[in-house]
Structure formats: structure tokens, C-alpha cells
């Protein structure tokens, strides 16, 4: 194949290696992402190759010079895969392609597979009582006039992954699906045509219309996935003013920033790159990077970080780090490389449906050998073949699982929480170790005055309208209690120091305590504060993060139960500590993201199940890396979308939840896979035998799925614990809408 300059797209590596991710079509299943990481693994100078099933994104690593790049895409087309360099657009055009191609598929087979069940009980009736063969026979051949073309249309994303593993000499889910649709059909028209009492045409396309529901699920939920985790590019400025030699100063792309360049930050702006401030004073909004909500006050010789927000006055900063090396790109590193470790759990999911095809294959054609060795015509060992394909679909299998998914996710969802990932319930059921983060999780995400009842309200009021003028986060705080009759004017701010302006015609003060000339009580209470003077009118408000309502009790409520708590903080030691106190758990400060994730792998190594709780940036990586994580509404996007599941409301109350609910998932789970794994092991002896025709198969089927269903529906009969007080249901959310 002529090969494809892709050097665009390749980064280096420390160790002399290079890394290069690929776009791919047509990963369907856990046996495709083993297969592609095989074959990638065995071309000569590859190191690594990961699938992220999420993103359908593969990473390639290589030593240096060993290969050409474009190599990687060739050994992926001889197994049947279409890949392409990664970008998020093209990603994103490919899946709303995809997802519109599903919906229409599903919407057909939908359709037919309703009108198709209508002429199937009619015919089932008639059998029983006196319908003519006539009269059948046109039935059947309406089946046949509505399944035919469905099934030509609807089948389409299986019966194309089917070829293309096959022409590419393997096999995947989709080739006995495939097999065993065909099949049903080719009898159902051979049966019809010798006017038979029975046709399979509603066990094909109900067949169909199953997977095709399952599937365009799938992909929603990856689409959803996709687009939140996509939203960490927003956090680093797509732009910077660089300063030149001259003074001057030219825009320039973020990306194209390289160390040592000068750049120029205004106030309201964020930091581009990471750097060293060489000019100017302000204050530096890091709570994305440290969880710390309190700004930093920044001077010459400090350093700042990518995607942290400049609050008040005009920085100069020199880059340390160029594009792709800053603190925010390291995140997305650590967060690719956690999300990509998960995918490790399915190993044993990649064994199963290695093996699941050749198996369902071999005891098909072996049952149509040996009929016809017995002296059955072809005829009845095709039927015989057909009725193993149709009782091995793994249709109870499939839904043992998911059926109990979809009855606890509409638990969750009543209680306010929304899951994420598919294996989100098994996985809380597993967890044995709690581990929270504090600013936003086990406090409010916002500040509040801790203080105010110490002065009069007049004053308060006042000090208050002078704080609206100002942006810094703790006279934010202060200006909710602004009073309505206060005038003020001639306002000035002085960076990095606080405001000045003529509050009801008295000049007033508002900023530090040295810049208000106010002294601190020393018996206040711990937290930032903001001071005020105006005339001989004097106050120093503290402003803090306060606890959660109910932080106490759940945490109480967690240890009672038997789990671990403990607090992994990016906040600074005495903040992180006096959280830790009033909730008596154990804590670290300080916590940079690979600081959580190096303690969630050193819990794991002590065989820990560690559920992580978070909602900031800097949490992100750690999210995906725990065994199961939850986050609240009011994290940051990127949070979400590595959270397993995330809830409504200001409490914490949907934690315990969604871990009692995940308890209960998973027996009911293990009891639908028991059950399924019995009706397996009864149902294909008898269908080898011939004691099965395919539309016992189709009924048995059927059977088997409806029982795993109805053992799920007993999710919902045991009585769920009341909503606490002011947690956030979806039933109060529409009361409130309407």
C-alpha cells in the first residue's frame, strides 16, 4: 500500500518511543478490542497499543525509526478496520453518522417487527383451532413481504462487521448473530414455500430489533462520554498575546507558544502556559488545579499554570512549558492512561467472546453432521442447526446483566443519580473504600460568611454593596447580603490589594486587613478574610467553605456500614485539617493529580476496592482511575464525564444510595447469570437432540429473556429509603418546574 505521511500526528516520547492515536470503525465488542491490540502488538518496533472502547481510540507506542506510522493503519485494514488519525471533529462527524444510521435501523426493525407479531399470533391461534392452510400460507408470506427488506436494512451494522471479520479471517459477536438471522430467514421462506405450519420471520426481526436497542444505547451513552471529556480543551486559552523584544505584542495561537516565549495575561483571561511571572501583581483562581477556591495572590518570581484564571491585575509571564507539556496536558495524559487501565477488566470479557463464536459454530455444525449421519435429510438437520444457533443466541446472557441495569439506573434516577458507564452498579457493589475529596464534594462549592451576626446589619449592608464591585471570590461571598438603599460611587480597585470607593458619601475601604488598616481579631474563626473600613466604622469578615448539611451523618452513616473513609485534598494543610477533624477521618493535603492517583494504586495494592468522590479538574484522572467514582452536578464537566455516576443536589446522601443500590444490583445480576447459564445448559442438549424445532428455539428464547427480566423487576419491589431533606429527586425537579 502506498504509504501515507502521518508524521503530523505523531508526538515523541521520553525513551526514544513515539506515540500516534487512531480513530477506528467497527469496534463492537470486547473480542474486537483484543484482537486489534493483538495484531497492533505483533508488528515489529510496537511497544504498546490500548483500545479506549469509550472513544473508539487506539494509542500506539513504537521505539523510534522502527516503523513508518502509516504501517499501523495498513495492519488494521487487513484486519477489517478502518482508522484514521485521531481528531476530535472527525470523531465526532463518524459518530453522529453512526448513531443516525442505528436510530434508523432500530426504527425499522421496530416497525417490522410489530406488524410481524401481529400476523404471528394470528397464525399461532389458527393453528390451535381451524385456520386454512391457505390462509396461513398468506400470512406467512406477509411476514415474508415485511421481513425480508427490514431485515436487509436493519441487519446491516451486523451482517458488514460479519464480512469484514471473516474476509479478514476471523470471527467476532456479529458472525453467529449474523448466521443465525440468515438462517431463520432462509428456513422461515423454505417453510413457507412448502406451506408449512411454521415460520420463523418474529424471531429474526425481534432478534434484530433486541441488539440494534442494546447497541444505539451503547452508543449514546459514548457520545455522551465523548463530548464532556472533549471540554478539557476549553480549559487551556486558544489564544495568547506574546510580547515581543520591542514591547510590542502580537496574538498567537496557544499551541504555537514554546518556552522561553513572553506572554501577557489580562485580567479575566486564563494563563495559556505554565510559566513564572516576570511582571505585575494579581490574584490566580486555582481551584481547577488544586481544588483550592481561595485565590492565590501572584507576584514576580511565582509560578502559575495553564488554564488557571487571572482574577485581577495585568501579568507578564515567561513559559516554561511548551504546548502539549503544560499542567492541564499532563492532566489528559494521566486521565488517557487511567481510562485505558480500566479497559484491562474485560479481559476475561475478551476470553468469553474468543471463544463464544467458534463454539456456538462448532456445536451447530457438528448437531447438522451428525442428524445427517443418522439418516435425516438436509432439510431437518438445517432445522436441527438452526434451532442451536437460535437457543444459543446469548440473549438471556446478554440481558442478565443489562435488564438489572435498567431497573436500578430508574432507582438511581428517582433518587437523583445518573450512571455514566454501563459496569457502574457492579462495581459500587465492590467497594470497600471510600475516599472523598473536599472542596465542593464534602463542602458547598461556594463561600460563605462565617461571621455576620458579629456586626450590625447597616454595616453589613454597606460593606456588602462595596463588594459587588469587586470579582475576587470572597467579596463575591460578602456581596449576597448587599442592602438595596446604599449608594456608591468614584470606585477604584487596586490590584491585588482590594477597592476604594465613597459609600453613601463616606469614603469606605474593602480588601486586605494591612490595605484596610484593620487589625484580626485573634479569636475569629479559622478562614479567609476580607476586611472593611469606612470612617471608624471597622469589620473583618471570614469567609470559608462550610461542610455539607448532612457530611456528618452520611459520613457516620459510611463507617457504621464497614467502609474505609478517608480525604485525598488538593487543598492546602490547614484547610484539608479542619475538615478532617470535624468528620474524624484521615487525610493528605496538598495532592497534585498523580499524588491521588499514586494513593488510589497503593490502596489497590493493599487489594482496596476504592471508590473515588471528587468534582474538580484535578480530581478527573483519579476518577477514572478508581475502581468506581461518583461526582456531584456541580463538578466541572471533565469530572463528570470520568465519574461513574453523577448526582443531584447538595448533599451527600446519594452516595449511600447508589452504593446500597449497587449491593442489590449485583445479587440480582449473579442470580439472572445463574439462571441463564442453567437454561443454557438444559436448552442445547435438547436442541442437538431435535427435541427443539426453531420455533420452540425462538420461544424458548424468548422464555429465558423474559425470566431474567422479571427477576430484575424485583429490583424495584423492595421499599427505597425516602429522600433526606433537601436532596434533589427527579420528581421534586418537575414539581418545582411545573
Known amino acids: 500500500m502506498t504509504a501515507v505521511d502521518l508524521s503530523h500526528y505523531v508526538t515523541s516520547r521520553n525513551e526514544g518511543t513515539c506515540h500516534l492515536d487512531l480513530a477506528v470503525e467497527g469496534v463492537h465488542c470486547a473480542g474486537c478490542i483484543s484482537g486489534i491490540e493483538r495484531r497492533l502488538k505483533a508488528v515489529a518496533g510496537v511497544t504498546d ?47 453522529d453518522a453512526e448513531m443516525k444510521r442505528l436510530l434508523r435501523a432500530l426504527a425499522v426493525a421496530g416497525f417490522a417487527a410489530m406488524n410481524i407479531m401481529l400476523l ?31 431485515a436487509a436494512y436493519a441487519g446491516q451494522p451486523f451482517f458488514q462487521s460479519a464480512f469484514k471479520a471473516l474476509r479478514a479471517g476471523r470471527t467476532n459477536m456479529d458472525v453467529p448473530i ?53 471540554n478539557l480543551a476549553a480549559l487551556k486559552g486558544e489564544t495568547a498575546e506574546i510580547v515581543e523584544a520591542d514591547g510590542s505584542t502580537r496574538p498567537v495561537a496557544a499551541a504555537s507558544i514554546r518556552v522561553g516565549d513572553t506572554i501577557r495575561v489580562a485580567p479575566g483571561e486564563r494563563i495559556a502556559a505554565d510559566g513564572v511571572v516576570t511582571g505585575g501583581a494579581s490574584s490566580v483562581d486555582e481551584s481547577l488545579v488544586t481544588g483550592e477556591t481561595t485565590p492565590r495572590p501572584i507576584d514576580e518570581g511565582d509560578t502559575v499554570y495553564a488554564g488557571t484564571l487571572n482574577r485581577s491585575g495585568a501579568l507578564t509571564v515567561r513559559a516554561s512549558a511548551a504546548a502539549g ?14 481510562t485505558e487501565a480500566r479497559s484491562r477488566r474485560v479481559q476475561l470479557a475478551d ?148 477597592i476604594i470607593a465613597k ?102 495494592a493493599e487489594g482496596r476496592q476504592v471508590a473515588m468522590i471528587g468534582d474538580g479538574l484535578n480530581d478527573a484522572p483519579a476518577l477514572a482511575a478508581a475502581h468506581v467514582s461518583l461526582s456531584p452536578i456541580s463538578a466541572v464537566d471533565i469530572a463528570q464525564a470520568q465519574a461513574d455516576a453523577v448526582f443531584l443536589g447538595e448533599r451527600l446522601s446519594p452516595v449511600v444510595d447508589a452504593l446500597d443500590i449497587g449491593k442489590r444490583a449485583r445479587r440480582l445480576m449473579n442470580q439472572n447469570l445463574a439462571l441463564s447459564t442453567v437454561y443454557n445448559f438444559a436448552a442445547v442438549p435438547l436442541a442437538v437432540f431435535g427435541f427443539v424445532t426453531p420455533l420452540i428455539a425462538a420461544l424458548a428464547m424468548s422464555g429465558s429473556s423474559i425470566a431474567v427480566t422479571l427477576n430484575a423487576l424485583r429490583g424495584r419491589s423492595r421499599r427505597e429509603r425516602r429522600p433526606s431533606a433537601g436532596t434533589t429527586t427527579v420528581e421534586q425537579t418537575a414539581e418545582a418546574a411545573a
Open 503 to 604: 459609600v453613601d458619601g463616606v469614603e469606605a475601604r474593602l480588601g486586605s486587613p494591612a490595605f484596610c488598616n484593620v487589625p484580626i481579631d485573634p479569636d475569629a474563626p479559622d478562614g479567609s478574610t476580607i476586611a472593611y473600613r469606612r470612617g471608624n466604622e471597622t469589620a473583618v469578615f471570614v469567609v470559608r467553605q462550610t461542610l455539607k448539611v448532612d457530611a456528618v451523618s452520611v459520613v457516620a452513616d459510611l463507617k457504621a456500614r464497614g467502609y474505609d473513609c478517608r480525604i485525598l485534598s488538593g487543598d492546602n494543610e490547614p484547610a484539608a485539617a479542619a475538615i478532617a477533624a470535624a468528620l474524624d477521618l484521615p487525610y493528605a493535603a496538598g495532592m497534585k493529580p498523580a499524588d491521588k492517583i499514586a494513593a488510589l494504586e497503593a490502596l489497590a
Open 49 to 95: 497499543a490500548r483500545v479506549n472502547f469509550s472513544l473508539k481510540r487506539i494509542g500506539v507506542d513504537w521505539r523510534a525509526g522502527s516503523l513508518e506510522p502509516s504501517v499501523l493503519i495498513d495492519t488494521l485494514a487487513d484486519a477489517g478496520y478502518k482508522a484514521h488519525p485521531f481528531t476530535a471533529r472527525a470523531v465526532e462527524d463518524t459518530s
Open 178 to 230: 449474523s448466521i443465525g438471522v440468515l438462517l431463520a430467514l432462509g428456513v422461515s421462506l423454505y417453510e413457507t414455500a412448502i406451506s408449512a405450519e411454521h415460520a420463523y420471520f418474529d424471531s429474526a426481526i425481534m432478534l434484530l430489533f433486541f441488539l440494534l436497542a442494546g447497541r444505539t444505547l451503547d452508543q449514546a451513552m459514548r457520545r455522551k462520554t465523548r463530548a464532556l471529556a472533549g
Open 351 to 498: 476470553r468469553a467472546a474468543r471463544l463464544y463464536a467458534p463454539v456456538v459454530h462448532l456445536t451447530a455444525l457438528f448437531a447438522a453432521i451428525g442428524w445427517l449421519l443418522a439418516g435425516a435429510d438436509i432439510h431437518q438437520a438445517v432445522l436441527i442447526a438452526t434451532a442451536v444457533l437460535i437457543i444459543t443466541c446469548p440473549c438471556a446472557l446478554a440481558l442478565a446483566v443489562p435488564a438489572v441495569q435498567v431497573v436500578a439506573a430508574g432507582s438511581l434516577f428517582r433518587k437523583g443519580i445518573y450512571l455514566n458507564t454501563g459496569d457502574a452498579l457492579e462495581r459500587l457493589a465492590e467497594a470497600d473504600t471510600i475516599v472523598f475529596d473536599k472542596t465542593g464534594t464534602l463542602t458547598t462549592p461556594d463561600m460563605r460568611v462565617a461571621n455576620l451576626d458579629d456586626y450590625p446589619r447597616p454595616l453589613v449592608a454597606r460593606a456588602a454593596r462595596l463588594a459587588a464591585e469587586s470579582r475576587h471570590p470572597l467579596s463575591v461571598a460578602l456581596s449576597a447580603h448587599s442592602g438595596p438603599a446604599v449608594s456608591i460611587d468614584a470606585v477604584q480597585e487596586e490590584p491585588g490589594q482590594g
Open 325 to 338: 507539556g503544560s499542567f492541564v496536558d499532563e492532566v489528559q495524559v494521566l486521565l488517557d492512561k487511567a
Open 120 to 150: 404471528s399470533v394470528s397464525v399461532w391461534a389458527g393453528n390451535a383451532s381451524d385456520i386454512t392452510p391457505e390462509t396461513r400460507d398468506i400470512f406467512h408470506w406477509l411476514s415474508a413481504l415485511i421481513a425480508l427488506p427490514a
